[in-house]
């Protein structure tokens, strides 16, 4: 066997294109390594949305040649390979910056890495791939899928037609595709067979899928949803991310209605200023974004809400800041994603004048206070209550196991590690910043025993 290592950065549609690239692989006789020390091939799948998160991958790749270097020394051979947002956005710029990179390979492009692979081992060189023919990937990635334990990702619908006027993703994603239902469904099936429990939709705005039904309708996310969730086995079903404009009134009423979509729901505002949002191109108002907030919770309220918030967007004034800061107010999240505004090349907004560093760190800082004391609210109104966790993965402590509540917040409980992959009842007893500490319901308070 050949030693495969995948170093993934960015959103969760990235861990989903980096196990499929895994399992594209398997048939060419690799198996997933630990890390890059003794790999055979390594390949980043790299994140453009921020300048930090770009930066990561050179730096990443600076120790990579030095590891190939010394590999080359003993005759050994180690390929590497960036795929993703950044080998999409700076394609062969990548090899120039840095020669050791042997294969250069787009999101919507990795299924043909197995042919790039084979022409690079036949010509020296480097090899190429930025094309777009996401119907193709879809319709040629392996039927094999591996699982990692009872919950999964599975991407329904990629690419995005909004440009807002910070973001990257329309030009590295490419256009919005939905895939066919029955290709979705297949799948679902699979990790299902597989014991998967839970799975999260995925798409860069995955409320916007219209995918081909059998019946020669467009479907929506929620019919979609309502269709998974009859599958034996799929007890849980999430999605992520969600446009504000995108939430139709079918996709709420499934959250009054499905019993396996969970009551958890990111949806990104970026700014509480129309003024700001109008610049971003979000096409709606801080207004629509809280009448939707309402009707959300009037189908369920329950749900935990969470968003993603950009700072320091060019021309945000303090008074557009407050606007933010009076709409989390109003809202009130259960959790969430906060950024300093990062100009990216090529995006309408980058060219605009620039807020100074120091005003967005300023404006971050009580943003995130505010947040987090909303967090630990959430979680602390937690305490007390049962709720269904599924175990993913064993703690650290002996017996011990980890899981997510229904609000997708971190469980652990002890005496549990006998009830991976399964759905279980708990009493939630202690609230940690990150996560919550939890007992199980036929387990007296003073058990001492582990399991
Ligand atoms: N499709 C999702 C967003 C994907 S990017 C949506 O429409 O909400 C994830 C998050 O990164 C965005 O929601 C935004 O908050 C942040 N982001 C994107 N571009 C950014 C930039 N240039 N600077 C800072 N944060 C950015
Ligand atoms: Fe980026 Fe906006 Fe598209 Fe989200 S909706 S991916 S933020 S352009
Ligand atoms: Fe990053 Fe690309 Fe996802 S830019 S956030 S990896 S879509």
Known sequence: MKKLFIKTYGCQMNVYDSARMADLLTPLGYALADGPEAADMVILNTCHIREKAADKVYSELGKLREMKEEKARTGDKMLIAVAGCVAQ????EIVKRQSAVDIVVGPQSYHRLPELIARISREKGHALDTDFPVEEKFDTLPEEIAVGGPTAFLTVQEGCDKFCTFCVVPYTRGAEYSRPVAQIEREARKLADKGVREITLLGQNVNAYSGDGADGEAWSLAKLIRKLAAIEGIDRIRYTTSHPRDMGDDLIAAHRDVEALMPYLHLPVQSGSNRILDAMNRQH???DYLRLVERIRAARPDIALSSDFIVGFPGETDEDFADTMALVREVGYASHFSFKYSPRPGTPAATQK???EEVKAARLEELQTLLFAQQRAFNTSCEGKTMDVLFEKKGRQ??????RSPFL???HADHAGHLLGQIVPVKIESVFPNSLSA?????????????
């Open 354 to 356: 620039q807020i100074p």
């Open 285 to 287: 108002t801080r207004d």
């Open 398 to 403: 002996a017996g011990q196991a980890i899981g």
């Open 89 to 92: 956005a700076e394609g062969a």
């Open 409 to 411: 917040q971190p469980v």
């Open 439 to 451: 007992r199980l319901l036929n387990v007296p308070c003073t058990a001492e025993a582990g399991s």
